[in-house]
C-alpha cells in the first residue's frame, strides 16, 4: 500500500486546489494513503502538523476555490542539503514513498534534486542514528511526480499550465475594464502583466483585447526604433477613429538589446504624442480568484495522471512531469523538461530570440 504526499510549492495558482483534490482522491481510490505537506518544501523541512493525513471529504469544495487551501511558501531551507535531509527524515518517518509536486520550475527543480539525492540523504540519516537500516529498507526509492502550477505558462514540453488560462480571463476581465474608462476619456493604458521571463499572458492577453501593441521577451523590439513604430501605430490606430489606445507590457519586457522596456519606459513615448496616458500593473489580482474551467480539468487529469505514474513507476523510471499536448494528458522526463525550460532563459540572454521560441515549443512525446 503505498503512502503518497502532494504539495503545492513556490507562486500560487488557480487550479491548485484542483490538483490537490485528483491527488487524494485518486490515492484513496487506489487504496493508497494520501498527506498533504502544508505550505510547500517548507512543510517537508518542518514535518509535525505541517503533514498531515487527508480524507475524501477534507478536498470537498475544493475545485471552486481560488489560491491553494493547503498553502505554499518560498522555502530557503530546502535550498540547502540540510533541509532536504530534514525532509527525507519527515517523510520517512511517516512511511510515504511517493510525492506529488505542484509548482513552477523552481520547485520542480528541487523536486528533482531530492529524488537524485534520495538514497544519500537516506545514507546519512543511518549514519546519523536516525534511523536503523532496517529501517530505511522499505524506502530506497522515493517515487516523484511533477504537476506543473504556473501562471506564466512558461514551461517548455507542455501546452498549457495549471493557472495560466485563470490568470489570462482575468487580464482580459481587467483590460475590458480600462478599455471602457479609457474610450470615456480618449485615453491610453499601459498594462503590465505578469509572466517574468514568458510573454505567453501579454501576447494571449494583447490578441483577446485587440491591443494596440505587445511588448514581450521573446519578440523583442529593436533598440532605439520600438518608439517610433509604438507612436506610428497609435496615431494611426486613432486617425482610424479609435478613441483609447491599450499597450500591453509583460514584465520580463526587453528591447533586441536585452535593455528592460518598462511600462513607465512605454508611457513617456505615448505622452511624446500628446496621449492622455496611465499606467496600470495589474500585479496580484492576476493570480487570485477562482480556477477557469479549463485550469480545473486540467489538474483535475493531471492529478489522476499523478497517481497513476506513481503505481506504475519502478525505481528506474525516471521522475515523470505530467503535461498536456494537444489536447492529450502526457508525461515528459522532469529533468529534460525542467532543463528546456531554463535553456530559453539562456536563449533570451544569448540574444537568440528564434532559439528561445523553439525550445519553448519543444514537445515530448512519451
Ligand atoms: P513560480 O514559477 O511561481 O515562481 P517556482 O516553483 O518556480 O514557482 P521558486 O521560488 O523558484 O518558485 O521555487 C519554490 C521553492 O522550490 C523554493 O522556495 C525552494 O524551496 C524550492 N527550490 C527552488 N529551486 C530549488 C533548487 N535548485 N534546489 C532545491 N530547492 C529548490
Known sequence: KKKIAVMTSGGDSPGMNAAVRAVVRTAIYNDCEVFAVK????GLVDGGDSIVQMHWQDVRGYLSEGGTLIGTARCMAFKERKGRKLGAKHLVERGIDALVVCGGDGSLTGADL???EWPSLLEELVTDKEFTEA?????????????????DNDMSGTDSTIGAYSALERIVEMVDYIDATAKSHSRAFVVEVMGRHCGWLALMSGIATGADYIFIPERPPKAGEWQQELKDVCLRHREKGRRNNTVIVAEGAIDDQLNSITSED????LVEIGLDTRVTILGHVQRGGVAVAHDRWLATLQGVDAVKAILEMTPETPSPLIGIEENKIIRMPLVESVKLTKSVAAAIEAKDFDLAISLRDSEFID
Open 266 to 269: 512605454v508611457k513617456k513615448v
Open 39 to 42: 505550505e510547500g518544501y517548507q
Open 114 to 116: 531530492f529524488r537524485a
Open 135 to 151: 529501517e530505511i529498507k522499505p524506502y530506497k526509492s522515493m517515487s516523484i511526480v511533477g504537476l506543473v502550477g504556473s501562471i
